[in-house]
């Protein structure tokens, strides 16, 4: 036997939702709604790039060495100059170059490394002093270069910089001395 419907009857997608109950009619609303949300989530996800089975957490901004040091020269530091840590190099100074592969090539050679602490003028925004504080790592060959490579940029914009040795305390004469000129 065959169904035969005719277009004379009336039949139509209307006619579907007549068949169905309300409740059956809101489930399917609700679980549209549903997929539509977690598909939005599931997108905004991979729009970070970050990889679902990396984990972060939290960790110092300094090490124990640098909070110490950072006391004692907070106490010598003029009260009209503010104290930054763990600045990028790249926020201090800008590469210039006639030409874009070169300047791009110092760019690069610059953009991760970061200083310990820099002396700023919070009336003019001006670096007055960068203050790198040197631990055992910076007998290593590799960091010896890192530190010659930040002194030359540093220097070549003018921006003076001292270097001071981990220690167990320090001595406030002698540390106001090495920023004397802040």
């Not at 679980?31 to 989530?41: D, H, M, P, Q, Y």
């Amino acid at each position: 036997m065959l169904l035969r419907f005719s277009h004379a009857t009336g039949f139509g997608p209307t006619d579907i939702f007549h068949a169905l109950s309300w409740p059956v009619f809101l489930l399917i609303i609700i679980v549209s709604a549903f997929a539509l949300i977690k598909e939005r989530l599931l997108k905004a996800n991979r729009k970070s790039g970050l990889s679902d089975d990396v984990q972060f957490r939290p960790r110092p901004l300094l090490t124990k060495a640098e909070t110490l040091f950072l006391e004692a020269l907070e106490k010598v530091t003029p009260p009209h100059i503010r104290i930054y840590t763990q600045v990028p190099l790249i926020a201090l100074v800008d590469v210039v170059a006639d030409d874009l592969s070169t300047r791009m090539s110092n760019y690069n050679r610059i953009d991760r490394k970061c200083v310990d602490f820099v002396l700023i003028d919070p009336q003019t925004g001006a670096v007055r002093k960068v203050v790198e504080l040197d631990d055992r790592s910076h007998d290593r060959p590799d960091r010896q270069d890192r530190d010659e490579l930040v002194d030359t940029v540093l220097g070549r914009a003018g921006i003076p910089v001292v270097h001071c040795k981990t220690q167990a305390a320090y001595d406030p004469a002698k540390l106001r001395g090495m920023i004397e000129e802040v």
